[in-house]
Structures are given as structure tokens and as C-alpha cells.
């Protein structure tokens, strides 16, 4: 069984920061990509951030600059800081994850977590 938890979310005033923490628990082999999703009320689930194994990223045009995602491969965790955040910004942000189970089966599944909310008041 795979676990994704996140943590982190809050409430924060337009222009501040916060910082969000993924952590995979469970049995599997290895984490592949990891990354960040974030959805509005009404809205569908959109990209936020995702991180390769080898630490290469990519980010939705809405946040370059100012969001930054990391990993830590030995923890099995993926975190997102968030600075100067904007009222656009005000979600539920879902961590996922594609894992492979074993090192047979090159197949990867893909895992989220439970999401965690963010709230930006102008």
C-alpha cells in the first residue's frame, strides 16, 4: 500500500509565502516523477510543478518565478515554495506520484495524495 500526505497549506495574505511537503510512504521500488496540482472550486485540477528523479523541473507558466519544487530521493519526499503568492493561487494542492511497485515490473502507477489547502486573501 502507497500513501501520499501532504502538509503545509494555510492561510496567507496576497505577496506572502508558504511551503508545501509531500511524503511517500509505504512499499514500492522507486519514484519516478513527482509533482504538484492544484485545484480551484469549479475549476478542474490543473499542473502546478513536476520533478524528474534526477531533479529536472518544469512549471505551469502561472507560477515560473515564483513557485520552486524540490525532492529528496533518500526521504521519498517533494515539497513546493510558494512566494509571492496571489489570490489565483488559492486551492487544493494535490501532491502525485508515479512509482514503480518492483524492480521487475517496469510499470508505473501513478498515486496522490489526500491534498491540502491554500488560501491567499488579498
Known amino acids: 500500500q502507497v500513501q501520499l500526505v501532504e502538509s503545509g497549506g494555510g492561510l496567507v495574505q496576497e505577496g506572502g509565502s508558504l511551503g508545501l511537503s509531500c511524503v511517500a510512504s509505504g512499499s514500492f521500488f522507486s519514484i519516478t516523477l513527482m509533482g504538484w496540482y492544484r485545484q480551484a472550486p469549479g475549476t478542474q485540477r490543473e499542473l502546478v510543478a513536476t520533478i524528474t528523479r534526477d531533479g529536472k523541473s518544469a512549471y505551469a507558466d502561472s507560477v515560473k518565478g515564483r513557485f520552486t519544487i524540490s525532492r529528496d530521493n533518500a526521504a521519498n519526499t517533494v515539497a513546493l515554495q510558494m512566494n509571492s503568492l496571489k489570490p489565483d493561487d488559492t486551492g487544493v494542492y494535490y501532491c502525485?506520484?508515479?512509482?514503480?511497485?518492483?524492480?521487475?515490473?517496469?510499470?508505473?502507477?501513478?498515486?496522490w495524495g489526500q491534498g491540502t489547502q491554500v488560501t491567499v486573501s488579498s
Open positions: 502525485k506520484a508515479h512509482i514503480q511497485r518492483t524492480p521487475q515490473t517496469r510499470t508505473q502507477f501513478q498515486y
